[in-house]
């Protein structure tokens, strides 16, 4: 009896480049307008699938104390116990379990994403990735840019502010985006 050896699917391993990649929020501030805010520090990998970009799998950790609004004081307090508590809970995890395809050139990926302590199921919807290509110091790159829409609630983020006028200081949704460029391993 012979056995037929099947090919094993190509896959490639590609980090994130930190100088090139950024994760960002925004949520409502008095219910007028939104603030955003960025975490200067990411780091993950990407395994791909070179052959069917749906069994690849990315992961993306993200230092809670890079956060940065352009505001010292807030940022002091949204490193405090009342919102992220980054000595208890010093990153924010990504891990994705699912990808599919939903048009060209745009994926949506599912995965856990872990904020302050909580896990909780997220769909990324995202552009890309780009085609790899060549940077003049020969390191091969690829991009993608994904964004999904999370309850603060849900991770346990509960503090607020009621307004005088109604509403609160705060809104519960929050947009997260992860502008990314892989390097290839």
């Keep these: ?3 037929v050896a099947t090919p094993k699917a190509a896959t490639s391993t590609w980090n994130i480049d930190p100088v090139h990649s950024v994760a960002e929020f925004k949520v409502k501030h008095m219910m007028i307008s939104n603030v955003k ?24 950790d993200i230092d809670a104390a890079s956060i940065t609004t ?3 004081q807030r ?11 980054v000595e208890k809970f010093p990153t924010l995890v990504f891990k994705s379990t ?9 994926l949506a990926v599912r995965g856990d994403l872990t904020i302050h302590g909580v896990t909780r199921n997220v769909v990324f919807t995202v552009e ?3 085609a790899p290509g060549k940077d003049p110091w020969g ?8 964004t999904t829409k999370i309850s603060r609630k849900d991770f346990d983020l509960v503090y607020n502010a009621p307004l005088e006028t109604g509403g609160f200081l705060i809104g519960d949704e929050v947009t997260l ?9």
């Design 128 to 130: 890309g990735p780009t």
């Design 75 to 85: 940022d002091t307090h949204l490193k405090s116990a009342d919102f992220l508590d």
């Design 70 to 72: 352009r505001d010292p």
């Design 98 to 106: 699912g990808i599919a395809r939903t048009g060209e050139g745009e």
């Design 177 to 185: 985006t992860l502008d990314v460029q892989f390097v290839k391993a």
């Design 139 to 146: 390191n091969t790159r690829l991009g993608a840019s994904g």
């Design 1 to 3: 009896m012979s056995t």
């Design 37 to 60: 805010g960025q975490f200067t520090t990411i780091r993950g990998t990407l395994t791909l699938d070179e052959s069917d970009i749906t069994k690849s799998q990315v992961e993306a």
